[in-house]
């Protein structure tokens, strides 16, 4: 059954690095997403893609963050100058369509840890 | 906005019972709900997905009904076993704005 993939699983950093993390959403899907959750707490919005392009980001993706889809298959989430509040477990998802149309599919998660 | 509210927050059941899990959300206006299976450290696992025009959806030992009017749905496991044990997390898709989920419900079965 086809899934989402991210990678790494675990990312460590110093604050003030930049990180990557990578997705890989369900090949046929159109519509992207990045949330987050730090320990405890709610699943966040972060931003959702589609088409080349952000179609929507809430009040957390701010300047330090960028997304990609640098080739057909990959999905990146960019965090410029990482911060120790950025530590949390971020899930890429992925849907063939938009509007609350069909089901959201998550990958595993990366958990980022900013020391 | 939408607000998203999961009762209980915990719950322990001994192995072989029936129980119901609780999401309530503040705007009727939904597409869709969507339950979620969270293990500790992991991913989300979609367990089920009702539009706004059903009712309910059933898979295997899992139930899940939306009374949209009433912001209402409800997870229904029957006969629970160990490997049930896990967080639930519903979350509301509201169309043109992305899921809204709850802090969830952390359901341990007891053997």
């Known amino acids: 059954e086809p899934e989402v993939t991210q990678t790494p699983s675990h990312q460590v950093t110093q604050m003030g690095q930049e990180v990557i993390l990578r997705c890989v959403p369900i090949?046929?899907?159109?519509?992207f997403y990045w949330y987050r959750q730090i320990l405890g707490q709610k699943v966040e919005f972060l931003v959702s893609?589609?088409?080349?392009?952000?179609?929507?980001k809430s009040e957390i993706f701010d300047d330090q963050f960028s997304v990609e889809r640098p080739d057909g298959s990959n999905f990146t989430l960019k965090i410029r100058s990482t911060k120790l509040e950025d530590s949390a477990m971020y899930f890429c998802?992925?849907?063939?369509?938009?509007?609350?149309?069909?089901?959201?599919?998550f990958g595993p998660g990366t958990r980022l840890t900013v020391l | 906005k939408q607000e998203v509210t999961q009762i209980p927050a915990a719950l322990s059941v001994p192995e072989g019972e029936n129980l119901v899990l609780n999401c309530s959300f503040t705007?009727?206006?939904?597409?869709?709900l969507q339950w979620f299976r969270q293990d500790p450290g992991k991913g989300l696992t979609s367990l089920l997905l009702i539009q706004s025009s059903q009712r309910e959806q059933t898979s295997g030992r899992l139930n899940a009904s939306l009374d949209k009017s009433s912001g209402r749905s409800t997870l229904y496991i029957a006969a629970s076993q160990p490997g049930d044990s896990a967080t639930y997390l519903c979350a509301v898709d509201s169309g043109n704005t992305p899921l809204v989920f709850g802090k969830g419900t952390r359901l341990s079965v007891i053997a």
């Open positions: 893609f589609y088409n080349n392009e952000i179609s929507e």
């Open positions: 090949s046929n899907h159109l519509y």
């Open positions: 705007d009727s206006a939904i597409y869709n």
């Open positions: 998802a992925s849907s063939r369509r938009g509007g609350g149309a069909e089901e959201q599919f």
